[in-house]
C-alpha cells in the first residue's frame, strides 16, 4: 500500500499522465465508400418487368444487391450518361418498341441516390431504336433505329434534355448506303444496330447489319448534323456487322460481327478532304471466330464487346453458345489469341460489362432471367465463376452510374 507521502509525492506524475491521456489523439473512423450504383434496362414486353432497375454493388466481394425499379418506361434497351463535365447529371434510355413512334427518354439522375426521374421524351426517329450514343462535351447525341432502318441526331440542351431531332437520315437510299445483304431473313433492309463516336468527338460510326457495312460520318460540331457517309465493308456478305468498339491507342477498331459469330480488326485514321474531316476504316484482313469450331454457326448470334482499360484483352459474348469468350490483344499489330471460353451462366448473354474497378464482368442473361458476375484476373484477362448470381427478369443493358 502506498503511504500518505508516497501518495502525495506521485501524485502530480499521476495527474499528468491523466492529462496526457486525455488529450492523446483518437484515430479516426474510416469514411464508409460511397455506394456504386448499375442500372439495368430489361425488356417490358414480357409482362414481368416495368424498366429500368437499379443496384448497388459491392466491388470487394463482387455482390450486387438486389434491383428495385425506378423508373417505368418502355423496353428500355440501351442506356447512356451525361458524360463528366457536362453541366447536366442525366440519363438517356431508348424506348426500343417495334413502332415508328418509338422515343428517346431523358431521365434526371441524383448525383447522390441515382434515382430518376423523367425530364423528357422526343421521338427517335424509326421504329425499334437500338443504341444511343452521347459525345464526351455532353452536346450532341445520336440514336440508332434498328426497324426504322434510321439514324437520328440530336442537340443536348441547357435542361440536359435531348432537342428534337436535328437530322434524320433514311438508310433505305440505296445510292448512299448500299443494297441490302444476301440473307433475305435477316437483311431484307438496312438495320443499323449502332451509333459509335470517335474518340476525339469528330466521327460517327453506324454499324448496319442489314447491308454489311460501316458507314462513317463526320459530325459537324455546329450543328450536329452529318457529313455524307464513307461506307466500310470486309468484303464477306451476309456478316451482319452489330457494335464496333475503339482501342485505347485509337487506331484499332474492333467490330463484332453478329450473324457470322466474328470479330474484325479495322485500322483508323482520319484525314482531310477538301477541307473537311474524314475518317476511314481499312480492312486488316484479321478476323477471326466468337464460337468454338464445333459449335453450329447457324445456332448462334454474337451479341456484345469490350476491351479492357489497359488495352490487353477483348471480351464478348456468344448467344446461342451462351459463352462469355476471352481474346488477349497483340501489342504489337492488335491481332487477337482466344484466352478463355467460359459459359455466361445463363441464356442470352446480349450484353455485359466491366466494372469501374475492371475486377468483375456482370452480364445481363436475356432469356434466363438472369444477371451474373464474375471475377477477372487483371493479369491474364481470365474470368473466374460466376460468383453471383442475381433473379432479374429480361435483362438487355447494364450501366455503371
Request: net charge neutral; with cysteine.
Amino acid at each position: 500500500m502506498f503511504s500518505r507521502r508516497r501518495f502525495l509525492v506521485l501524485f502530480p506524475a499521476f495527474t499528468a499522465s491523466a492529462r496526457a491521456f486525455a488529450t492523446w489523439p483518437t484515430r479516426k473512423k474510416k469514411a464508409a465508400p460511397a455506394p456504386v450504383y448499375v442500372f439495368f434496362g430489361t425488356d417490358t414486353t414480357k409482362g414481368v418487368s416495368k424498366g429500368i432497375y437499379r443496384s448497388t454493388f459491392d466491388s470487394t466481394h463482387g455482390q450486387l444487391s438486389s434491383p428495385e425499379l425506378v423508373a417505368a418506361t418502355a423496353r428500355p434497351s440501351f442506356l447512356a450518361l451525361a458524360p463528366p463535365g457536362s453541366g447536366h447529371s442525366a440519363l438517356y434510355a431508348v424506348n426500343a418498341i417495334n413502332d415508328p413512334a418509338a422515343t428517346v427518354t431523358t431521365f434526371a439522375l441524383d448525383p447522390g441516390t441515382c434515382n430518376l426521374r423523367q425530364i423528357g421524351q422526343v421521338p427517335s426517329g424509326g421504329a425499334g431504336p437500338a443504341c444511343v450514343s452521347v459525345d464526351s462535351t455532353g452536346h450532341a447525341a445520336f440514336v440508332a433505329n434498328y426497324t426504322g432502318s434510321s439514324i437520328s441526331s440530336y442537340r443536348i440542351q441547357s435542361d440536359g434534355t435531348l432537342s428534337q431531332p436535328v437530322e434524320r437520315l433514311d438508310f433505305k437510299n440505296r445510292q448512299k448506303f448500299g443494297e441490302p445483304g444476301p440473307n433475305s431473313a435477316r437483311q431484307q433492309d438496312p438495320h443499323p444496330h449502332c451509333v459509335t463516336i470517335s474518340p476525339d468527338d469528330r466521327f460517327l460510326l453506324v454499324c448496319d447489319l442489314g447491308t454489311d457495312h460501316i458507314a462513317v460520318f463526320f459530325i459537324h460540331p455546329e450543328t450536329g448534323t452529318l457529313s455524307d457517309p464513307h461506307l466500310f465493308t470486309n468484303e464477306r456478305p451476309g456478316c451482319g456487322p452489330r457494335h464496333v468498339v475503339f482501342h485505347p491507342n485509337s487506331r484499332w477498331v474492333y467490330c463484332i460481327n453478329e450473324m457470322e459469330s466474328s470479330i474484325d480488326r479495322c485500322l483508323w485514321t482520319a484525314t482531310r478532304f477538301s477541307n473537311t474531316p474524314q475518317g476511314l476504316l481499312v480492312n486488316s484482313t484479321f478476323s477471326i471466330k466468337t464460337i468454338a469450331p464445333e459449335f453450329p454457326s447457324d445456332k448462334n448470334t454474337a451479341a456484345e464487346l469490350a476491351v479492357s482499360p489497359d488495352g490487353n484483352f477483348l471480351y464478348a459474348s456468344n448467344r446461342g453458345e451462351n459463352t462469355l469468350v476471352v481474346f488477349s490483344i497483340s501489342t504489337k499489330n492488335g491481332d487477337l489469341t482466344l484466352v478463355q471460353r467460359i459459359s455466361c451462366g445463363g441464356k442470352t448473354p446480349r450484353h455485359f460489362t466491366l466494372d469501374p474497378t475492371a475486377q468483375w464482368v456482370i452480364c445481363g442473361n436475356q432469356d434466363s432471367a438472369n444477371v451474373t458476375v464474375f471475377r477477372r484476373d487483371s493479369a491474364t484477362g481470365m474470368l473466374s465463376g460466376p460468383v453471383q448470381t442475381l433473379a432479374l427478369d429480361s435483362p438487355l443493358f447494364t450501366l455503371f452510374a
